[in-house]
């Protein structure tokens, strides 16, 4: 509504091209990660410290080997998605792909954080995130894309502020006193070897867009392909071989 009173219709239509990924991506992830609510909860009644800080990271690692992806593969093909599926006219949208799916990345690699928040019965702190996150993208929209003349762009920028905000300054707020929780060293640890992970097929994807621009369903198969091999790579990168190890006798134990 913001945009198509200052900019009018066609900016919106501009906008929701380049911002639609983010609430998919956000809400279907976010939705399979509050399923694992009552596992914590348990954990709390039952005091078990170790197994919840083991059980909270390795929760992290598998978000941030599945969100990395997830977020940074449409990084890498979005533009010339955007050619065949709506034309070229709308490929400045692409950097509002960039500017929105980059900071949710991380965002979804420590939202279980939030989630054993909830079931440790922090809801002041994940209310005051969840207020924080709505009504700084509202302020820092109408500051950025009037006050600093940014346009649509602006609106994109105020939103990976506030999940940047919500991850990097309240989190560590809400479990600084939380020993069962890992340290925030160990939590953008996860993060940072799932992306050095999914590089490599990132960056092949990128080297290999001439094979694959001339059509949208050779778009679509590429992402695909490239999405599986940088999944499998953030995942192992995230875990480590031990982490893998672990996983793996915890399955078969449960088996």
């Known amino acids: 509504?913001?945009?198509?009173?200052?900019f009018g219709p066609a900016e919106?239509?501009?906008?929701?091209?380049?911002a639609r990924w983010m609430p998919l991506l956000r809400q279907s992830w976010t939705s399979i990660l509050r399923s694992i609510q009552p596992l914590f909860t348990k954990l709390e009644a039952e005091?078990?410290?170790?197994?919840?800080?083991?059980?909270?990271?390795?929760?992290?690692?598998l978000s941030a080997g599945v969100s990395v992806p997830a977020c940074l593969v449409p990084c890498v093909v979005g533009k010339i998605f955007l050619?065949?599926?709506?034309?070229?006219?709308?490929?400045?949208?692409?950097?509002i792909i960039l500017i929105t799916l980059i900071p949710l990345s991380l965002e979804l690699t420590l939202y279980p954080i939030w989630v054993v928040l909830a079931a440790r019965g922090?809801?002041?702190?994940?209310?005051?995130?969840?207020?924080?996150?709505?009504?700084?993208?509202i302020g820092a929209s109408l500051f950025l894309a009037v006050g600093l003349s940014q346009g649509i762009l602006g609106f994109a920028?105020?939103?990976?502020?506030?999940?940047?905000?919500?991850?990097?300054?309240?989190?560590?707020?809400?479990?600084?006193?939380?020993?069962?929780?890992?340290?925030?060293?160990?939590?953008?640890?996860?993060?940072?070897?799932?992306?050095?992970?999914?590089?490599?097929?990132?960056?092949?994807?990128?080297?290999?867009?001439?094979?694959?621009?001339?059509?949208?369903?050779?778009?679509?198969?590429a992402g695909m392909l490239g999405g599986a091999l940088a999944l499998a790579g953030a995942i192992t990168a995230s875990f480590g071989?031990?982490?893998?190890?672990?996983?793996?006798k915890g399955i078969m134990s449960r088996a």
């Open 1 to 6: 509504m913001l945009i198509g009173r200052l």
């Open 12 to 18: 919106i239509t501009l906008f929701s091209f380049g």
């Open 47 to 61: 005091q078990t410290t170790d197994r919840s800080r083991r059980a909270t990271e390795q929760t992290v690692a």
């Open 83 to 95: 050619v065949h599926w709506v034309g070229v006219e709308y490929t400045s949208a692409y950097p």
């Open 122 to 137: 922090r809801i002041g702190w994940v209310s005051v995130a969840e207020l924080v996150l709505a009504t700084t993208r």
């Open 157 to 221: 920028w105020a939103s990976a502020g506030a999940l940047l905000a919500r991850n990097l300054l309240i989190r560590p707020l809400a479990t600084r006193d939380l020993d069962a929780l890992p340290s925030t060293y160990r939590l953008l640890l996860s993060y940072l070897r799932a992306v050095a992970g999914a590089a490599p097929a990132l960056i092949l994807l990128w080297l290999a867009q001439p094979l694959y621009r001339d059509s949208l369903a050779a778009v679509v198969i």
């Open 241 to 248: 071989r031990s982490g893998l190890l672990r996983l793996r």
